[in-house]
């Protein structure tokens, strides 16, 4: 089995695309062996080549929620779970300032992240606003609902360089949302020259080796230069919330795979929520979010988990990563 991997590591470092097969191989690595440590350098090296050893700092800003109807069984916003009865939405003036804030504080990236229920011209709008108030020292980052090809050139003409989207895990089972509606939405992305960041998401338990696989598979032949893992949070209430968290250990092994998998056809991996593991196995992005997270019960008023952008830091400054003040 080591000689199979080691085979299989060494193609991947010659940047060669491996196959679905041999995706799954290295999934199916015991996350708690001693192999997974040669995929943990593995992943780390690609990193240290593929994205200059750079460190990166995802911002999210959650703008709006409302009772959802869309029920997706991970969120905490679907109308049939009862958890959010009220609806919230962030002021323009708010989201300026905490924009300009974590701008200050050397986030690459900062996402600015919408239900449907907010429209695609509104979101244009308090982009241009953004963009003003750091003065273009941060790349936005849209995460809003479907996309036609009008709507996303609307985001990039706003001044959107990203667009966050993903075609998830048991997406038409979890959630009533088809394949094919969320993979019409990465072909706009990609079609109008927006940049997609997609992650393999949100991963439980449950999920198989193959259904991880053929999503990561998927957002990387969808020409995602942003990727990686997001564990899903269990949110007492919804329908998944008792199949527990997801452990550390199997969301750093992903991770890895990831890194390895991607080689130059992405320059950042991201792990989420952040940890050390992730970071070892050579993610070079975490996220610092707040406001609507649909990982919680409320708006989250602070930083989620209290992690903070000096919180970001020191973790990537832990495993090595250098950490240069973003520009654009």
């Known amino acids: ?41 593995a992943g780390r090296e690609a990193a240290r080549h593929y994205s200059n050893n750079q460190g990166r700092i995802w911002a999210a800003i959650g703008v709006d929620y409302q009772p959802c109807p869309m029920n997706c069984r991970f969120c905490s916003f679907g109308e049939a779970w009862g958890i959010i009865k009220t609806g919230m939405e962030l002021p323009p003036e708010q989201i300026e300032a905490q924009a300009i804030e974590f701008a200050d504080q050397g986030a690459h990236w900062i996402t600015l992240r919408t239900t449907e229920h907010y429209s695609i011209d509104r979101l244009c709008d308090l982009c241009r606003r953004v963009i003003q108030a750091t003065r273009g020292r941060v790349e936005l980052v849209a995460n809003t609902g479907e996309l036609t090809l009008a709507t996303a050139g609307k985001l990039l003409k706003a001044g959107f360089t990203t667009a966050y989207h993903s075609c998830r895990l048991r997406e038409g089972i979890d959630t009533i949302l088809s394949p094919e509606t969320r993979l019409s939405t990465l072909r706009a992305i990609r079609e109008v020259g927006l940049k997609l960041a997609h992650l393999v998401e949100p991963v439980g338990i449950e999920h198989t080796l193959e259904e991880i696989a053929d999503c990561l598979l998927k957002a990387l032949a969808h020409g995602a230069s942003l990727t990686g893992a997001m564990a899903r949070v269990p949110v007492p209430g919804t329908p998944l919330a008792d199949y527990g968290p997801f452990p550390e250990r199997e969301l750093a092994k992903i991770i890895a795979v990831t890194r390895v998998v991607a080689g130059p056809r992405a320059t950042d991996i991201c792990v989420h929520p952040p940890c050390l593991e992730g970071i070892r196995a050579g993610a070079n992005t975490v996220v610092v979010e707040m406001g609507a997270v649909p990982r919680e019960m409320e708006e989250v008023k602070s930083e989620w988990r209290t992690f903070t952008i000096s919180d970001a830091k020191a973790l990537l400054s832990s495993a090595g990563y250098d950490l240069p003040t973003p520009s654009i």
């Open 1 to 41: 089995m080591d000689n199979q991997i080691q085979k299989i590591l060494e193609k991947a470092a010659k940047g060669e695309q491996l196959n679905r097969e041999e995706v799954i191989n290295l999934l199916s690595l015991d996350a708690n062996g001693d192999t997974v440590e040669l995929l943990y350098k």
